[in-house]
T-cell receptor, first 116, second 111 residues
Framework: NAGVTQTPKFRVLKTGQSMTLLCAQD?????MYWYRQDPGMGLRLIHY???????AKGEVPDGYNVSRLKKQNFLLGLESAAPSQTSVYFC???????????????FGQGTRLTVV | GESVGLHLPTLSVQEGDNSIINCAYS??????FIWYKQESGKGPQFIID?????DKRQGQRVTVLLNKTVKHLSLQIAATQPGDSAVYFC??????????FGSGTRLLVRP
């Protein structure tokens, strides 16, 4: 059971280039999230999904797009990377919210992205 | 590893003492709260959670207190150990399933 896996772990992009970050979970979780974490800061929600085929904006969605074509995968795209998008990106997944059940979110190990 | 916690509030405690980390949340509609621990270069790790129908929940060496009146959470760590040194975040969720993190506190344990 791998949990939440992020690909790639590191990437350097030039300004204007595009890329896609992949998050895969094998726990059959309904909810998936993408966050960014800047040095010395907390996690800010970019986009999230409450199920296959659905996406919603978080706190800082501009400059990013997402897709959830399969339940187990949540993709984060940068169409035209900017230096301000240099950050560590974390993906998380969480099971359905049974009110009396533990619905903790499990996190991947992060993708460190540098835009030069 | 990643420089987590450089600009965050820091709590310094002596090994063996109890630690109390506080968090103010923003959304009065939030009904589920989680505390996470993040070590340098790693993703957040679940510590304990609490639902809005509870005021207190205890785990192993940790206790979370929830005061909905003033929108305040606290995490108490008993007999703090060097391995507890990390950055601690609270997170809140409402019925939209959006999981929002607070700003975090860095815990330093002095030997």
């Amino acid at each position: 059971n791998a949990g939440v896996t992020q690909t790639p772990k590191f990437r350097v992009l030039k300004t204007g280039q595009s890329m896609t970050l992949l998050c895969a979970q094998d726990m059959n979780h309904e909810y998936m999230y993408w966050y960014r974490q800047d040095p010395g800061m907390g996690l800010r929600l970019i986009h999230y999904s409450v199920g296959e085929g659905t996406t919603a904006k978080g706190e800082v969605p501009d400059g990013y797009n997402v897709s959830r074509l399969k339940k187990q995968n949540f993709l984060l795209g940068l169409e035209s990377a900017a230096p301000s998008q240099t950050s560590v990106y974390f993906c998380a997944s969480s099971p359905d919210r049974g009110f009396y059940e533990n619905t903790e979110a499990f996190f991947g190990q992060g993708t460190r992205l540098t835009v030069v | 590893g990643e420089s987590v916690g450089l600009h965050l509030p820091t709590l310094s405690v002596q090994e063996g003492d109890n630690s109390i980390i506080n968090c103010a949340y923003s959304n009065s509609a939030s009904d589920y709260f989680i505390w996470y621990k993040q070590e340098s270069g790693k993703g957040p790790q679940f510590i304990i959670d609490i639902r809005s129908n509870m005021d207190k929940r205890q785990g192993q060496r940790v206790t979370v207190l929830l005061n909905k009146t003033v929108k305040h959470l606290s995490l108490q760590i008993a007999a703090t150990q060097p391995g507890d040194s990390a950055v601690y975040f609270c997170a809140e969720m409402d019925s939209s399933y959006k999981l929002i993190f607070g700003s975090g506190t860095r815990l330093l344990v002095r030997p």
